[in-house]
T-cell receptor, first 112, second 117 residues
Framework: KQEVTQIPAALSVPEGENLVLNCSFT??????LQWFRQDPGKGLTSLLL?????REQTSGRLNASLDKSSGRSTLYIAASQPGDSATYLC???????????FGKGTSLLVTP | DAGITQSPRHKVTETGTPVTLRCHQT?????MYWYRQDPGHGLRLIHY???????DKGEVSDGYSVSRSKTEDFLLTLESATSSQTSVYFC????????????????FGAGSRLTVL
């Protein structure tokens, strides 16, 4: 069974800092990996999707990388803002089936 | 929420009663999913559908059933609710599960918070 781990579980940074969120997975046979954002009491919003053949994806101040062989992905947030405060979830889809396996998330607080 | 509506958004019920949660989409997407989210467990897949009347079990399907009689609606039923089914339930849709990366993106509804007393 695919296990997805996110470290750290919580992170607090001052506004303006660049930061990295980590995601690791145990089975490298993946189809794709997605990063989501979840605000309190809300649903999930997809941020970036990386196919297994890709190394990274970028959207604005966000950059996600994928190292499939080592079972790792990172989400880089540049010049953090208070509006970035949320829980960030990593999810992996295996090569068979349709399910996404989710990590438990990193709760990010960006202080003014 | 990108064309996904979940109802009810909040429900309190008693142990042993039946409960049905509805997910409605306006995107005409083929794939629909039901997840539950619990502290300490993250999101776990309950059931999913890959077309009208085509459904399959996910990781935590015991105690749940689903139906999809129309493309736009995916129903999750708890035949006899238990306290362990107290959770936040999320519906998600995607256009397909292969091909261009954009089509694989899952779009989530706002969630249905269920409390079983």
């Amino acid at each position: 069974k695919q296990e997805v781990t996110q470290i750290p579980a919580a992170l607090s940074v001052p506004e303006g800092e660049n930061l990295v969120l980590n995601c690791s997975f145990t089975d490298s046979a993946i189809y794709n990996l997605q990063w989501f954002r979840q605000d309190p009491g809300k649903g999930l919003t997809s941020l970036l999707l990386i196919q297994s053949s890709q190394r990274e994806q970028t959207s604005g101040r966000l950059n996600a990388s994928l190292d499939k062989s080592s079972g790792r992905s990172t989400l880089y947030i540049a010049a953090s803002q208070p509006g970035d405060s949320a829980t960030y979830l990593c999810a992996v889809r295996g090569v068979s089936g349709y399910a996404l396996n989710f990590g438990k998330g990193t709760s990010l607080l960006v202080t003014p | 929420d990108a064309g996904i509506t979940q109802s009810p958004r909040h429900k309190v019920t008693e142990t042993g009663t039946p409960v049905t949660l509805r997910c409605h989409q306006t995107e005409n997407h083929r794939y629909m999913y039901w997840y539950r989210q619990d502290p300490g467990h993250g999101l776990r897949l309950i059931h999913y559908s890959y077309g009208v009347k085509d459904t399959d079990k996910g990781e935590v399907s015991d105690g749940y059933s689903v139906s999809r009689s129309k493309t736009e609606d995916f129903l999750l039923t708890l035949e006899s609710a238990t306290s362990s089914q107290t959770s936040v339930y999320f519906c998600a849709i995607s256009e397909r599960t292969s091909g261009s990366s954009g089509a694989n993106v899952l779009t989530f509804g706002a969630g249905s918070r269920l409390t079983v007393l």
